[in-house]
Nanobody, 115 residues
Framework: QVQLVESGGGLVQPGGSLRLSCAAS????????MGWYRQAPGKQRELVAA???????NYADSVKGRFTISRDNAKNTVYLQMNSLRPEDTAVYYC?????????WGQGTQVTVSS
């Protein structure tokens, strides 16, 4: 059974930083590209960053230069370092394989950027 558990969200002031973690169980992690997605209120879920099994990365234009995705294959964990956060980054953040599989969505972790 596949399980993805996100953590690390919280309330942060504009300009602040957070580091999200996603722990993966099951046999999905090592060979799959992984992605961080987010969904803001009233908006569709969007891909924020992705990383291949070999470590190649790509980012949405809105977060390029501010967010960094990484993975630790030994720990079956993918990370999202978020710097220079803006109010428009407020959303629930999820991880999933890339492309996403419907049944893999977890609870997500809330990120709120506000003064």
């Amino acid at each position: 059974q596949v399980q993805l558990v996100e953590s690390g969200g919280g309330l942060v002031q504009p300009g602040g930083s957070l580091r999200l973690s996603c722990a993966a169980s099951g046999n999905i992690f090592r060979l799959n590209a992984m992605g961080w997605y987010r969904q803001a209120p009233g908006k569709q879920r969007e891909l924020v960053a992705a990383i291949t099994s070999g470590g190649s990365t790509n980012y949405a234009d809105s977060v390029k230069g501010r967010f960094t995705i990484s993975r630790d294959n030994a720990k079956n964990t993918v990370y999202l370092q978020m710097n220079s956060l803006r109010p428009e980054d407020t959303a629930v953040y999820y991880c999933n394989v890339r492309p996403a599989i419907l049944t893999y969505w977890g609870q997500g972790t809330q990120v709120t950027v506000s003064s």
